[in-house]
């Protein structure tokens, strides 16, 4: 299956990237070889009546009881972001 | 010999007896550091200051007679992707090259419990994606057994490390291989513990139902002591399994009497390297004359792996790197319109060209027309190699091979095809699909000089069984890997 440069531009805008000329023209082409070859292989092997397997383990949730326990500090955690402002992490105007 | 040369338990031993103190064994190894570190390149940041203080308050702790754990006094290095409270973790990424933790992942708790001295934090590939270490944005790492190869990947630091005597020991984390690949390509041990065996709290996603993290060691005795700190439930993480865990050095036993070794012929084939399938085959003649029964198992789905690891761990990492926002931590680019030019500025200039490739393929398979085609496919294909497994574990108690094909290759070798980089990943990835356990211990030299690791692949949370293996290998050979490469 051909990806096209159009297809990389797609995806690069839902993966929120943007790409020069150059990787895409990269991307393209490592694209198609590892898809081609990756779809090639598995599709030798009929999985019709295979269930999917998304974890080894047998996993469910995990819960607790809602009860209040202590966490960070307001201060820890935002010294971290790249811009803050009164207590609070500072983002460009999201809402018109 | 000097100080930094002895392997944990020795070194341990000495502790005990005041024959050496902990500041002593800490300082040699800084000074190891300062003397190796600029060629080859194995730290990302050393924490010089912090570990001295450390070692201050465990050698108190020792003079004034309180009885210490098994490691006390033990420099060791952690992988840059294991938090580390105030102590910058990056990832080997531009994207957190700022990022400080404000919290330890419960392995950097746990050693800390047990009195392990933290020398500093390891290189890697970025986010774990790689398997030749060239992808970290800081430099890439030498294998210090020869500086124009590659250590691996992806903790490819944690085991420079280890092998160059700059770290007692380490711990790395392992998604398709990224613990056993470096340390068969430099000569050390390696453990990918089963998954849900040792937290995943604090450790930075790539790939969540694969990633696991394990210890890097100079031997198997090692290995068996930093498996009783690491291993263990713990409610932070819901994929932490609720068990009794063994003291792992009870199976530090030079007995393999009856135990049944499958040698899967899907290992044997093309593409192995000659010199490689030598020294694993010599491997095996030394098992069966330590009385193990040697079988030949089939793993027919092995020649699937590849695709269908690089399809479920891409998508993975695609949706876990998604956080990587320039928001609440992390990098964030200078210049930006709007909110969403400032995501994609900012994760553009952040993310390297493995992590972008790998981000693209993840958000191809799981994009809408190709979901089902793709993703659900290699999950499908991923019950087939677990169940591959389990029928060879009806014939057999643990599985040999070898690590990689091959052994080291040089720098810049393989990185202009990155699917001839993924197809070296051939015999570890099944491991981490099946959620298996496996160790890769040095079983001899090619012409070149160069470690040669074979695998041996155990049954889930029994790590025991590997130990006893490994250890009854390395007793009878004295081949302990970095003791023989003369660093």
Excluded at chain 2, 49 to 63: F, G, M, P, T, Y
Excluded at chain 2, 65 to 90: Q, R, S
């Amino acid at each position: 299956m051909a990806i096209t440069k159009e297809d990389i531009e797609r995806l690069a805008d839902l993966a929120r990237l943007n790409l020069t000329p150059e990787e895409i023209e990269k991307l393209t082409g490592d694209m198609e070889t590892i898809i081609n070859y990756s779809m090639n292989k598995l599709n030798e092997l009929n999985t019709d009546d295979v269930l999917p397997m998304e974890h080894v383990l047998p996993i469910s949730n995990v819960f607790r009881e809602d009860i209040c326990e202590k966490s960070f500090d307001r201060e820890e955690i935002l010294k971290n972001a790249p811009e803050k402002a009164e207590g609070c992490f500072l983002v460009p105007k999201v809402v018109e | 010999m000097k100080l930094t040369d002895l392997t944990a338990s020795m070194a341990a031993e000495k502790i005990k007896k005041r024959e050496i103190s902990v500041i002593e064994l800490t300082k040699a190894y800084l000074e190891r550091i300062d003397e190796l570190n600029g060629t080859i390149g194995a730290y990302i940041t050393v924490c010089a200051e912090q570990a001295l203080r450390q070692a201050e308050s465990v050698q108190k702790k020792l003079d004034s007679g309180e009885d210490i754990l098994p490691l006390a006094g033990i420099p060791a290095g952690l992988k840059d992707n294991i938090c580390t409270k105030d102590v910058k973790t990056t990832c080997a990424s531009k994207m957190l090259d700022n990022f400080l933790p404000p919290y330890d992942a419960t392995v950097t708790k746990k050693l800390s419990e047990s009195d392990v001295i933290v020398l500093g934090k390891l290189n890697m590939d970025e986010f774990a994606m790689g398997s030749s270490n060239e992808n970290s944005w800081y430099m890439p790492v030498k294998n210090p057994l020869d500086h124009e190869r590659v250590p691996g990947g992806s903790s490819g630091g944690a085991a420079a490390a280890v092998a160059s005597h700059m770290s007692c020991f380490a711990l790395g984390s392992d998604t398709g291989g990224s613990i056993r690949q470096p340390a068969s390509f430099c000569g050390v041990v390696g453990l990918k513990p089963t998954y849900g065996a040792v937290s995943r709290f604090g450790l930075i996603a790539f790939a969540s139902s694969l990633d696991q993290i394990g210890p890097i060691t100079k031997d198997v005795v090692d290995c068996a002591m930093v498996m009783n700190i690491i291993a263990g439930h713990d409610p932070l993480d819901s994929t932490s399994v609720d068990i009794n865990y063994p003291d792992y050095t009870t199976f530090l036993n030079n007995d393999v009497k009856g135990l049944r070794i499958g040698l899967p012929k899907e290992y044997f084939g093309s593409g192995l390297h000659e010199e490689v399938k030598e020294k694993i085959l010599d491997a095996v003649k030394a098992y069966e004359s330590y009385g193990a029964i040697i079988e030949e198992v089939s793993l027919p789905f092995t020649e699937y792996a590849i695709p269908a690891y690089y399809i479920i761990s891409s998508a993975e990492a695609s949706s876990n790197l998604a956080r990587y926002d320039g928001i609440k931590y992390g990098y964030r680019a200078k210049e930006y319109s709007d909110i969403i030019d400032l995501y994609k500025k900012t994760r553009s200039e952040g993310f390297g060209t493995e992590v972008k490739r790998r981000i693209m393929l993840g958000t191809y398979a799981l994009s809408s027309g190709y979901y089902d085609a793709y993703y659900k496919k290699a999950l499908k294909v991923r019950r087939l190699i677990f169940e591959d497994f389990q029928k060879a574990y009806q014939k057999v108690d643990v599985i040999l091979g070898p690590t990689s094909p091959a052994t080291a290759f040089k720098l810049g070798e393989k990185t202009a095809n990155p699917l001839e980089m993924y197809l070296g990943d051939i015999y570890t990835v099944s491991v981490n699909i099946a959620g298996l356990c496996a160790i890769s211990l040095s079983c001899g030299f090619d012409s070149k000089g160069l470690p040669i690791g074979m695998q041996l692949i155990g049954k889930p949370f029994d790590e025991g069984t590997l130990i006893r293996a490994a250890y009854t290998y390395e007793s009878n050979t004295g081949k302990s890997g970095v003791t023989n490469c003369g660093i």
